[in-house]
C-alpha cells in the first residue's frame, strides 16, 4: 500500500501528475488529498511511515488480505484524526 498525501490546489495538481508517474500510481493505488484550506490535519509525518509499515506490508496482505489492509488503514487515520492535539498525537497506529 501507498499512501501519498498531496494538497488540492493548482500547485498540487502539476505535483500530482509528477507523483502519478513518479510513484507509478495505477488503478491499484489509493491517493490521500489533505486539503489544508478545508482542514486542518495535525498528524506527525512519523505517523503515516507507521501506517504503511504496519498495514502496507507483504505479510499483513497474505494474512489478512487487501480489503482488511485498506479498511484498517482507513479506521487508523480516522482514529488518528479524533485523538486531541498534543506532544503524543498519533504516537501510536491502532
Known amino acids: 500500500m501507498t499512501l501519498m498525501e498531496v494538497g488540492n490546489n ?4 502539476f505535483a500530482g501528475l509528477a507523483i ?12 490521500f488529498v489533505a486539503d489544508p484550506t478545508f482542514v486542518d490535519l495535525d498528524i506527525p509525518r512519523s ?17 489478512k488480505g487487501e480489503d482488511a489492509s485498506i479498511e484498517a ?8 484524526l479524533r485523538e486531541p492535539v498534543g506532544p503524543s498525537n498519533c504516537s501510536e497506529v491502532k
Not at 488503514?73 to 488518528?80: H, K, L, W
Open 10 to 13: 493548482k500547485k498540487s495538481f
Open 20 to 31: 502519478r508517474d513518479f510513484w507509478q500510481v495505477d488503478d491499484r493505488t489509493i491517493v
Open 47 to 63: 505517523f503515516w511511515s507507521r501506517l504503511a509499515g504496519k498495514y502496507g506490508n507483504i505479510f499483513y496482505w497474505k494474512e
Open 73 to 80: 488503514a482507513v479506521m487508523a487515520i480516522s482514529s488518528c
